[in-house]
Structures are given as structure tokens and as C-alpha cells.
């Protein structure tokens, strides 16, 4: 089998042909995993702004804890003023009972 020039010049030609498509859909495939990349960064960032937005709108709700522990506080000193005026008052009663209702001015 004898291998002409026109023969090899055709093989070569094929060959460059399948290179050329290989690298072209190489290099559509390269540019488009770039795009995505691209369009994922900037989902990522507006993601991520968004976050930080939720973040800061819901930071008066971790807040609350705060103020419900100094409400309870404020309720417990309400309540001990409560039970010790109610146990003056009825001391002062007692006391204006013993007395026969004389006021001492």
C-alpha cells in the first residue's frame, strides 16, 4: 500500500479539521463554565447583601430577649413592693385599730 502525497495531504487536512472542532468546543465549553462562574458570583454577592440585611432586621427581635429579662426584673421588684406596702397598710391598720382611730399629729 503506497501512501500518495495527495493522500497524506487529505489525512492531514481531516485531522486539522478534528482539531479545530475539538479545541473550539473546548474553548465554548471554557467560556461558558466562566460565564456561569460569573453569574454566580454575582448571585452569591446579592445573596449574601441580603443576608446581611435580614441580619440587621431582625436583630431588634434578638433584642426582645433582653427586654423581657429586665421586664421580669421590673415585675418582681413591682411585686415585692406590692406585697410590702399591702403588709404596711395592714400594719397601719392594725395599728390605727389598736389605737381607737386617735390620730398621734
Do not use: F
Amino acid at each position: 500500500m503506497c501512501v500518495t502525497d495527495a493522500n497524506l495531504w487529505a489525512a492531514w487536512r481531516l485531522w486539522m479539521i478534528v482539531a479545530v472542532a475539538v479545541i473550539l468546543i473546548a474553548a465554548s465549553l471554557l467560556i461558558t463554565i466562566w460565564l456561569t462562574a460569573r453569574s454566580i458570583l454575582a448571585h452569591a454577592v446579592r445573596a449574601l447583601t441580603a443576608a446581611e440585611k435580614i441580619r440587621a432586621n431582625t436583630d431588634p427581635i434578638w433584642a426582645l430577649d433582653t427586654t423581657n429579662e429586665v421586664a421580669t426584673g421590673l415585675l418582681e421588684a413591682v411585686q415585692s413592693i406590692e406585697a410590702k406596702g399591702g403588709k404596711l397598710a395592714e400594719a397601719l391598720e392594725s395599728h390605727a385599730g389598736a389605737s381607737g382611730g386617735k390620730s398621734h399629729v
